[in-house]
C-alpha cells in the first residue's frame, strides 16, 4: 500500500514531491517499480489525492498489478483508504507493507529480507537504523533550547516499509483514529494497542524525500544503485 496523497509543502515545488522529476523518471515510479520488483508483492494499492492530474498520466498507473483510490487529509487517512481498496483482495491474516512514495531508493533485497525475517513474527514490524547523531528533545519555544537528551543507544528511525497483517493494522488505525490519537507511521497505531512491532536493520540510503537536498541526494543514490 503506497500512501501518495500528500502535497509536499516543504519541497516548496509546484508538482506534490512524488512527481518530481528523479533519475531518468518520477519519484513515484521508482518507488513502484523497487516494489514491483519483489516477487511476493502481489498487488499495489496507490493512494492519490483527489483530481491529481499527474498520477493519470503516468503508464505504471496502469500496470495490472496496481490499483488506484483515492487519499485522504492526513498520512493515516490515505493509508486507512488504501486498506479499504484492499476489501475482498486481502484476507484478516495477509500481511500488508504500506511504504512512502516518497521513499523511491528503499532496495527489493531488504523489503525480501524483511519478509523473510517478520513473516512468522506475531505482530510484524518496521525497516529502521540505529540513529547515529546524538538526539535533543527541544522545549516547545522558538527559538528551542535542550529540554534532555535522548538516549542515543535505543533510539531508532523508523522507515517504510512496516510490515502488518491487514485485519490488526486495519483495526489499530481505525482504533487511533477514533481515539483522536495521532499517528505518523503504523507502528505507532499498534504501540497504542499495546503490542511491539519488531525493529528490523535497514539501510540509511533509504531516505524520505523532504526538501531540495533529499531530491539530490536520491540521485546519486539511484544511479550508484544502477551501477
Ligand atoms: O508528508 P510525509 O513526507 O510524511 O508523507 C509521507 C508519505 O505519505 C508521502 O508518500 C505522501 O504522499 C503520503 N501522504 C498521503 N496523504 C496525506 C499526506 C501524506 O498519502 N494526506
Redesign the pocket.
Known amino acids: 500500500m503506497?500512501?501518495?496523497?500528500?502535497i509536499?509543502s516543504r519541497m516548496a515545488a509546484d508538482i506534490?514531491k512524488?512527481y518530481l522529476p528523479l533519475h531518468n523518471a518520477t519519484v513515484i515510479e521508482w518507488t513502484l517499480r523497487k516494489l514491483l520488483a519483489v516477487q511476493r508483492v502481489r498487488k499495489v494499492v496507490v493512494?492519490v489525492a483527489e483530481h491529481d492530474p499527474h498520477w493519470p498520466q503516468l503508464a505504471i498507473s496502469q500496470h495490472p498489478q496496481i490499483v488506484t483510490t483515492g487519499?485522504?487529509?492526513?498520512?493515516a487517512?490515505?493509508v486507512l483508504a488504501g486498506l479499504g481498496a484492499l476489501q475482498g483482495l486481502a484476507q484478516s491474516n495477509d500481511w500488508v507493507l504500506v511504504h512512502?512514495?516518497?521513499r523511491p531508493c528503499v532496495q527489493p533485497a531488504s523489503i525480501n529480507r524483511m519478509i523473510d525475517e517478520l513473516h512468522d513474527h506475531p505482530v510484524g514490524g518496521i525497516l529502521a537504523v540505529p540513529v547515529a547523531d546524538t538526539l535533543k528533545y527541544a522545549s516547545p519555544r522558538e527559538p528551542a533550547d535542550i529540554d534532555k537528551t535522548v538516549d542515543r543507544k535505543r533510539t531508532w528511525a523508523a522507515q517504510t516499509p512496516q510490515m502488518f497483517r491487514y485485519g490488526e493494522l486495519l483495526n489499530a488505525l481505525q482504533n487511533a483514529s477514533g481515539d483522536g490519537f495521532i499517528v505518523?507511521d503504523e507502528a505507532s497505531a499498534l504501540e497504542h494497542l499495546g503490542v511491539q512491532p519488531r525493529l528490523v536493520v535497514g539501510r540509511t540510503d533509504n531516505l524520505?524525500i523532504?526538501t531540495p537536498d533529499d531530491l539530490a541526494l536520491a540521485q546519486l543514490i539511484l544511479a550508484s544503485q544502477s551501477n
Open positions: 503506497v500512501p501518495a496523497a500528500g509536499g506534490p512524488q493512494a487519499g485522504g487529509a492526513e498520512r487517512d490515505s512512502d512514495a516518497a505518523t524520505k523532504t
